[in-house]
């Protein structure tokens, strides 16, 4: 799979099959304003066939979902699949054969895992779990929403019926990585990646088919969920965390660094990415994401329903806190900046501007010296019930299963 050129790409999957009268001249133009050059040195393979990968998405996964789908048993298959869910549990028996072949192969881990690395991430999420798990629910999930690829295909796919908890799903994917060694035997992580390889191969099988979803879609061809796109969501999660953390002065050693990388290159890998895509390093992230995710980013009537949606439900699930719309709107302004905020039309507190500009910084040193005392400072204790109330409301897992089904339908709405 990772040697895969375009026609092989454009070959495979019988989601492709519906564009089978797609001419290759489509792709004689380059699909992005300037060639892809990202090198593929840079990479966890170290080297790669220098294939765009706006023109790749996850053949294996594609063909098969496209059968099962096809055929009607995805009712049943979902089912059986609902009782997987640990790592070291075998893969349910009763499933289509070329099923169980694809998730046989797809539960691997790759050969370039390395423990001690994912040790020190789970060292670094205890340490830091609070400005992680928030910069997850800011950094990434509220930036999702002004991905315009994202946006359109989770406002149109069948979970863009309850918008309330769809892109937290994405970013709940982190707060799962977050766990205590998720790849482990016991852990969940290996399970959650293949199931959501699975329900992205569905969606580019269904999406295509979504009148709605045909109108905006801005893709070329229109088959969502490229590599490409995968990698540009990649950055909104990892590469975006570190660079919040980083700007927050959270303290980071080099292993905590190395080991947050680590444990989301093995997922990119668990989620269909060719190991020819992978940042290897943080510069190569930092390169790849500058020319992937900064260009794309933009408002959509679409991300801007979501974002009201996700930051709607603050309110509504912490009724008696002091957390208010406005006051989560000033936080991801001043996460995400002023001219998201803008593109979202986020309507912010005032007061709570001033009070992230100015004390945000001093709250994340004075909470590594535990020196938060209740009561005694109001605003820093705000501060601190604000850290946890955000990771409850985007980040924890209790409302959230692991089945994962596998989507039959688009937004029915
Ligand atoms: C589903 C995570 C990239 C669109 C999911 C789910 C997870 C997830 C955990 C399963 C949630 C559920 O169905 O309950 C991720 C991660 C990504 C990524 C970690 C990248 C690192 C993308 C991209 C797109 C996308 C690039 C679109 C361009 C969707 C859609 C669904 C989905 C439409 C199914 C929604 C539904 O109908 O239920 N993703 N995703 N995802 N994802 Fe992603």
Redesign the pocket.
């Known amino acids: 799979m990772d040697n895969l050129n375009r026609r092989d790409a454009l070959k495979a999957g019988g989601m492709l099959a519906g564009i089978g009268a797609l001419s290759l001249s489509l792709f004689t133009a380059p699909p992005r304003a300037q060639a892809w050059s990202w090198p593929a040195s840079g990479s966890i393979a170290g080297s790669g066939d220098g294939v765009d990968p706006m023109t790749v998405w996850d053949p294996a996964a594609d063909q098969v979902i496209a059968e099962i789908l096809e055929s009607g048993q995805v009712p049943a298959i979902n089912k059986i699949l609902a009782t997987w869910t640990t790592n070291n549990q075998p893969t349910p028996s009763g499933l289509p054969p070329n099923l169980t072949a694809f998730i046989e192969q797809a539960r691997q881990l790759p050969a370039w895992i390395d423990q001690s690395k994912l040790t020190a991430a789970d060292d670094f999420n205890s340490k830091q779990g609070p400005f992680i798990g928030t910069a997850y629910g800011f950094g990434a999930g509220l930036l999702a929403t002004v ?1 315009p ?2 946006s ?3 406002y149109y ?4 019926g309850d918008l309330q ?2 892109i937290a ?2 970013a ?3 707060y799962d990585l977050m766990a205590q060694q998720p790849f482990a035997p016991n852990g969940h992580l290996i399970v ?2 293949v ?2 390889r699975m ?2 191969a ?2 580019r099988h269904l ?1 295509p088919k979504s009148g709605p979803w045909l109108q905006v879609a801005t893709e070329s061809p229109k088959i ?3 590599q490409n ?6 950055h ?2 990892p590469t975006t965390i570190m660079q919040k953390l980083k700007a927050w002065k959270v303290p980071i050693t080099d292993a905590h660094s190395a080991g947050l990388l680590h444990s989301w290159q093995v ?2 890998h668990l ?1 269909g ?1 060719q190991d020819q895509y992978i940042p290897a390093t943080w510069d190569s992230a930092n390169a790849q994401s500058k020319q992937v995710l900064d260009p794309v980013l933009g408002p959509t009537p679409e991300g801007t329903k979501i974002a009201d949606h996700l930051l709607t439900i603050g309110p509504v699930l912490a009724a008696t806190s002091f957390i208010t719309k406005p006051m989560l709107a000033s936080f991801t302004k001043f996460v995400l900046g002023a001219q998201v905020a803008k593109w979202l039309n986020l309507k912010t507190d005032g007061i709570w501007d001033g009070i992230f500009a100015t004390l945000w910084g001093p709250f994340v040193q004075l909470y590594q010296l535990g020196r938060i005392v209740p009561g005694v400072d109001a605003i820093y204790f705000q501060l601190t019930e604000f850290i946890k109330v955000v990771a409850l409301l985007y980040l924890n897992s209790g409302g ?1 299963k692991l ?3 596998i ?1 039959t339908t ?2 029915p709405s």
């Open positions: 991905i690829h994202e359109r295909a989770v796919s069948n979970g863009g908890d769809r799903k994405t709940k994917l982190g959650t990646c199931k959501t329900v992205h569905a969606v999406l969502p969920i490229s796109d995968i990698l540009v969501t990649w909104s999660l997922t990119a989620l990415v959230l089945e994962l089904p989507p688009n937004n």
